[in-house]
Nanobody, 121 residues
Framework: QVQLVESGGGLVQAGGSLRLSCTASGSIFSIHARGWYRQAPGKERELVAAIPYSGKVNYADSVKGRFTISRDNAENTFYLQMTSLKPEDTGVYYC???????????????WGQGTQVTVSS
């Protein structure tokens, strides 16, 4: 069993900052990729930022220069640092991870339950 749990969402005024955290727990041998997605009301879920297996981070154009994805030294937690927030950043933010449960296992995608981010003007 692998579970991802997000935290750090909330209400913030435009121009403010938030840091979202995603903690993975369970049968984890290694994490091969990490990502953050968001879904605004009435819209499809979209990629915000990711660290793929290659290690080359990538961001949606709409957040580039404002958001940063990173991981901690323990490697079971990763973050989305959001600055200069805009009302259009409002939505439910989800973390996901590609997790291998043994050295010989494929990696599988797991999702958190989401955390609400609301940016007021």
């Amino acid at each position: 069993q692998v579970q991802l749990v997000e935290s750090g969402g909330g209400l913030v005024q435009a121009g403010g900052s938030l840091r979202l955290s995603c903690t993975a727990s369970g049968s984890i041998f290694s994490i091969h990729a990490r990502g953050w997605y968001r879904q605004a009301p009435g819209k499809e879920r979209e990629l915000v930022a990711a660290i793929p297996y290659s290690g080359k981070v990538n961001y949606a154009d709409s957040v580039k220069g404002r958001f940063t994805i990173s991981r901690d030294n323990a490697e079971n937690t990763f973050y989305l640092q959001m600055t200069s927030l805009k009302p259009e950043d409002t939505g439910v933010y989800y973390c996901n991870a590609e997790v291998a449960k043994s050295y010989s296992d494929y990696s599988y995608t797991y999702w958190g339950q989401g955390t609400q981010v609301t940016v007021s003007s």
